[in-house]
Structures are given as C-alpha cells and as structure tokens.
Nanobody, 120 residues
C-alpha cells in the first residue's frame, strides 16, 4: 500500500510561485505514473499534470501549460509540481495521485491535499 504525503502550498500573491511535493512511502512508487489534480470550491476535481514513472513523459492541462512544471526524483520517491506565474483562478486544493496503470485509467493512491490560495 503506497502512502502519499504532500507538502508545500500556502498563500501567495498573483504572479508568485509555489512548489508542491508528494513523497511516497514505498519504493514501488518509482514504477508508477503520478498526477496532480485540483479542486476549487464548488467545482469538480480537474486534472493538472502527470508524469510517467521515469519522468520522460509529461502532460499538462491547457490552463497551466507553460506555467507549471511536474518533475520527479525517484531516488527520493518524490514528485514535484512547480507552479509559476500563479493566478487567482489557480486557487484550489491540490492532490497528488499515483497509478500502476500505464494508461492512467485509474489512480489508486492519493495524497491528503494541499491548499493553494492565490490573492489578486
């Protein structure tokens, strides 16, 4: 059972930067794809970014492309989400999630969530 522990997040002004981290308890994490999702108040959870097990393939939602960067350090069992040029509409609870499925059809392991608030 993989446990994901998130850190980072907080309050930042528009245009600022934050970095989220997602650390896993098991080494098998290094073989899993990992994604970041977010949920704003009153809205459905949405996909933000994902990275494959090796870090060689990434994908982003159009709304964050060019501003957010997902990366991983398998030696540390950790995936990161670097968020730059933040906008008030990026305000949400952010979740990391991992999947053993290469087609990302289902994410089996989820972090506890991190609040990101961007003030205008």
């Amino acid at each position: 059972q993989v446990q994901l522990v998130q850190s980072g997040g907080g309050l930042v002004q528009a245009g600022g930067s934050l970095r989220l981290s997602c650390a896993a308890s098991e080494r098998t994490f290094s073989r899993y794809g990992t994604g970041w999702f977010r949920q704003a108040p009153g809205k459905e959870r949405e996909f933000v970014a994902r990275i494959n097990w090796s870090g060689g393939s990434t994908s982003y939602a159009d709304s964050v492309k060019g501003r957010f960067t997902i990366s991983r350090d398998n030696a540390k069992n950790t995936v990161y989400l670097q968020m730059n040029s933040l906008k008030p509409e990026d305000t949400a609870v952010y979740y990391c999630a991992s999947t053993p499925y290469s087609d990302y059809s289902r994410y089996d392991y989820w972090g506890q969530g991190s609040q990101v608030t961007v003030s205008s």
